[in-house]
């Protein structure tokens, strides 16, 4: 294959401008997949994004097209390294391991985990790269998609103004529901005052109220952003498990349960209390469980691809280490001795980790160590190879993690490593495996682009380091920011409520706060003493694949895991498998997420099903269809890009104790505002993509779906 700038050419590629506005897509997509993560469970692959921003600002500067290609690879690889954060860091906090998220030793530790896992997949990667991105056989759809955006955009193209004028509805929208000029959600308790129904138990009748808790879904763009990609079918699957929570479990558990946990004078909030408490203990367990056979079921599918990459993986390093493959500029990688230094200073780093911060044993730190460059490397290989296949965006790196996690907790165990300290480093060990995962898969897409375009993998790999290290030092603020944000927001809210009712003190253990007292706790105090509902595993925060982390290591290592509601799920899930459920995983997650949540994503599909079905109506051809698929792609992103950041930015004002709420009491008429905002973006998800269609005998560009 020739390459679109051949290697005998010397254009401009690893400038200054390109590396840092790289640098500053890799924090700023990383930001916002860290958010979109840790609340909906899910992450948009960076590199189309990243590419249209890259493209826009250097052909403002006259710049090259590798320097293009080169901040693109720098700016996504925040998101991979944001994936693999998301996924375990938060799970040291609902594991109980950091009681407080934010320390000195907290972050340091966090930001070695994403360092030290970054880099090492991005060293097995320069091993693999050679004979992975040459084959005929992957075809790496992202990676082709996103090269042809560099080529339009040589040619000019305006894939750049929709996707900033899709970033500012985003964030203007987001905006709003902040400052509450309408509300972001609309509910109400419909209580009945009669008798809702009888229970018979214990030989007598016991009576019991009964409600309906009505909610609209939340005003997100970036949730209706995410629907919009995974398409209807898939948006649906997740809004069944939203279905099978509220519609079906919570209630009919709390049929049973009511008589016998609320008094008669039970008030809404009581009832809320006892629903909000259901979900979480009994139904976010089993959805655990069927998020296990989900991520099992989603391996084994893949069985012949994983199985055909971990026997590539050997091949491809014996030919590395050879030295065979031409040296020419565009096959040029980091030489041999600095990648195996690489992996040697890995390793030693999972060591001292292990070691000296989760206080293991030598010799079972050398182990873990061990087992983190094994785990890593083969799942790092396969991660690449499923990427070459399907694209980044498919890539289970959840599942491959949660196997890396099973893997070194049954080892740690086998070994005698007990307590917190064995939890710890289970999700220590995890999470490096995690991140490299997650980044190799992103860099071999990243390096197939470049492979298309004329880029030098060296010089990919070393911006790509120092993206993953700006990466790995930034990326626990929004983590931070997210958390102690969250807890602030509803500790201020439930101090409110206590003011109104002439609470004057709050008794915790042994010790008395008044209400001034609490608001100057520190977050996670606050959190315990008021026993708040808030930060990562909280209804505003879900972070459900860390949750899914953090109990399975405390179940396997200390023995605490709820088996009997793990195993339901299991059945839950198995029985999804039975009846050709086409994503057991997603319904599952669909389940853990709130439901105003899981709509919103729903309306999200739909949205893209009525597009498909205007589109098959007018008659378009597929030259036509791929390109409304990818003005689509590209306005969904933009939704979810501006959404996450005006998210952050408010966080951090929550954060930061800065009033900024307008409206404290919106009134009921919101209601319709809020509908009528959530069919304003569905008519915008619709209309724009439509008219891009273009004429019919436009020849088509690459898919850009992911």
Known sequence: ?????????????????????????????????????????????????????????????????????????????GESVAAGAIFTIPAFVISGIWPKFFSAANYLTSTAIMFVGGTLGIMFVALLRRVMVEDAELPYPESVAAAEIHKAGAKGGGGTKILFTAMGVGAAIQALVQVQLFSSFWQEFVYFKENAFTLIGKGKAALAKGGIYLTAPGISPAYMGVGYIIGPKLGALNFAGGILAWGLMVPLIIYFIAPYA???????????ALSAAVWKFIVRPIAIGGMLVGAGYTLFRMRKSLTTGLARSVSDVKKAAAGEGSIDRVNQDLPFTWVLMGIVGAAVATFLITWQVFHLTFMVSVVAALVMVIVGFFFSAISGYLVGIMGSSNNP???????????????????????QAGVAAVLGVAAIACVATAVAGEMLQDLKVGYILGGTPWRMQVGDILGVGLAAAVLFLPLMILHEGDIKKVGEAQIVQLEKQNIKSVTYGEQTYTIEQLRQLPADQKKVVMQL???????????????????????????KMAWPLIIVGMLMGFAFILMQVRSPMLVSVGMYLPLGTTFAIFLGGCVKGIVDMIAEKRGLNEAQKVRVENTGVLVSAGLIAGEALVGLAFAALTFF???????????????????????AIGIYLVRLPLA?????DEPAPPSANF
Do not use: C
């Not at 891009?692 to 019919?696: D, M, R, T, Y």
């Open 1 to 77: 294959m020739q390459p679109y700038v051949s290697s005998d050419q010397n254009l401009r590629e690893f400038s200054l401008r390109a590396v840092l506005i790289g640098l500053v897509l890799a924090v700023v997509l990383g930001a916002a997949n860290a958010y979109l993560g840790l609340k909906a469970g899910m992450t948009i692959a960076a590199t189309y994004p990243a590419a249209v921003i890259s493209m826009a600002l250097i052909k403002l500067m006259k710049g090259t097209i590798l320097e293009e290609n080169m901040g693109r690879t720098v700016g996504s690889i």
């Open 533 to 559: 509902d808030a930060g990562f595993g909280s209804p505003n925060i879900p972070a459900p694949q860390a949750g899914l982390m953090a109990m399975l290591s405390k179940g396997i290592v200390e023995g």
């Open 397 to 419: 790196i959840s599942g491959l993690t949660l196997s890396a996690l099973v893997v070194t907790a049954i080892i740690m165990v086998a070994l005698g490593v007990k307590g």
């Open 262 to 272: 609320m008094p008669a004078e039970a008030t809404k909030a009581d009832w809320f």
């Open 657 to 679: 104790e800065v009033k900024y709420t307008i409206f404290a009491d919106p009134a009921r008429i919101t209601f319709l505002v809020s509908l009528a905002i959530l069919v």
């Open 692 to 696: 891009h269609a273009g004429e019919a």
